[in-house]
């Protein structure tokens, strides 16, 4: 079946304990992407990556970091959390050209930072 | 910069009437306009989008949209709404490699 999966899918942390939730995609998609959602605010996004090796910030990159080592996982890294990252995280991933192309969501991780 | 804007954060709608949810465009390339659905602890899912050609876009379970440029909207319809419809809906546009998506809009469906 084709799917993106994040884990975990709940996490509950303290500031400043270094967290990674992992991105996992099995459609061989060049472009995979970091959202997050926040009431009232919809979804913006952390970062993007166009290939292995190949990533650039998106709008609300501070805080955050992603590497793209190989083409199916794209982690999200939070070095430091903070409280305002209280957030519902998605991972997207997407074939070229992924402006025409969908792109497929992840269910989503929910994470708390106290 | 692109941009979308929703216009209602929700809409309540009588089950078997129709469904309207308002979303404006911003940009001064031709846009590239999505909708997505969010069902309840689920991810995103798209519903239709429009890249070029026919204004009139059919989608999933029912929806479409319209792509006006002279009112730069892009507005989801459906006929006859279903108590399945309750969600929440995105309005989306593509440009600088992301899609910059709206606030969204919280149907809920009476019966």
């Known amino acids: 079946e084709a799917q993106v999966t994040q884990n975990p899918r709940y996490l509950i942390t303290v500031t400043g304990k270094k967290l990674t939730v992992t991105c996992s995609q099995n459609m061989n998609h060049e472009y995979m992407s970091w959202y997050r959602q926040d009431p009232g605010l919809g979804l913006r996004q952390i970062y993007y990556?166009?290939?292995?090796?190949?990533?650039d910030k998106g709008d609300v990159p501070e805080g955050y970091k992603v590497s793209r080592k190989e083409k199916r996982n794209f982690p999200l890294i939070l070095e430091s959390p903070s409280p305002n990252q209280t957030s519902l995280y998605f991972c997207?991933?997407?074939?070229?050209?992924?402006?025409?192309?969908?792109?497929?969501f992840g269910p989503g991780t929910r994470l708390t930072v106290l | 910069a692109q941009s979308v804007t929703q216009l209602g954060s929700h809409v309540s709608v009588s089950e078997g009437a129709l469904v309207l949810l308002r979303c404006n465009y911003s940009?001064?390339?031709?846009?590239?306009l999505f909708w997505y659905v969010q069902y309840p602890n689920q991810g995103l899912q798209l519903l239709l989008k429009?890249?070029?050609?026919?204004?009139l876009v059919k989608g999933i379970n029912g929806f479409e949209a319209e792509f006006k440029k002279s009112e730069t909207s892009f507005h989801l319809t459906k006929p006859s709404a279903h108590m399945s419809d309750a969600a929440e809906y995105f309005c989306?546009?593509?440009?600088?490699?992301?899609?910059?998506f709206g606030t969204g809009t919280r149907l809920t469906i009476i019966p």
């Open positions: 940009s001064s390339v031709p846009p590239y």
């Open positions: 990556s166009m290939n292995v090796e190949v990533t």
């Open positions: 429009y890249t070029t050609g026919a204004t």
């Open positions: 997207a991933s997407s074939s070229e050209p992924v402006i025409i192309n969908e792109q497929f």
């Open positions: 989306a546009i593509f440009g600088n490699e992301k899609l910059t």
